[in-house]
């Protein structure tokens, strides 16, 4: 009669099954809601990140514009340069001759 008072009923044992099952299932949705909420920082990330892009496009066209007008002031200044070597030249050339 011992084996029979050791042995759980079928009620009891359905009590643990379900109670495991119900611990389980809460550990499945606290894991479901960290990755949801982890989720949901990556989306944020995601957005600032995409916005940061947007500006340094933006930043670097602006620098590429900037420098392209560099670029042709210096070659304007060069070619003003070379005319007034130029005619330095030909005064210098005049005067000694």
């Not at 989306?43 to 042709?72: F, H, V």
């Not at 200044?77 to 070379?82: P, Y």
């Not at 030909?90 to 005067?95: K, R, S």
């Amino acid at each position: 009669m011992s084996d029979a008072a050791n042995t759980p009923s079928p009620i009891e044992t359905a009590s643990r099954r379900l109670s495991r099952a119900l611990d389980a299932l809460e550990s499945a949705l606290a894991q479901r809601m960290a990755n949801g909420s982890e989720a949901e920082k990556l989306r944020g990330d995601i957005q600032n990140l995409s916005g940061d892009r947007s500006r340094l496009a933006q930043e670097l066209d602006q620098a590429l514009a900037a420098n392209s007008e560099l670029i042709a002031a210096r070659d304007e200044v060069e070619t003003r340069i070379d005319r007034a070597m130029d005619a330095i030249r030909d005064v210098l050339g005049a005067e000694s001759a």
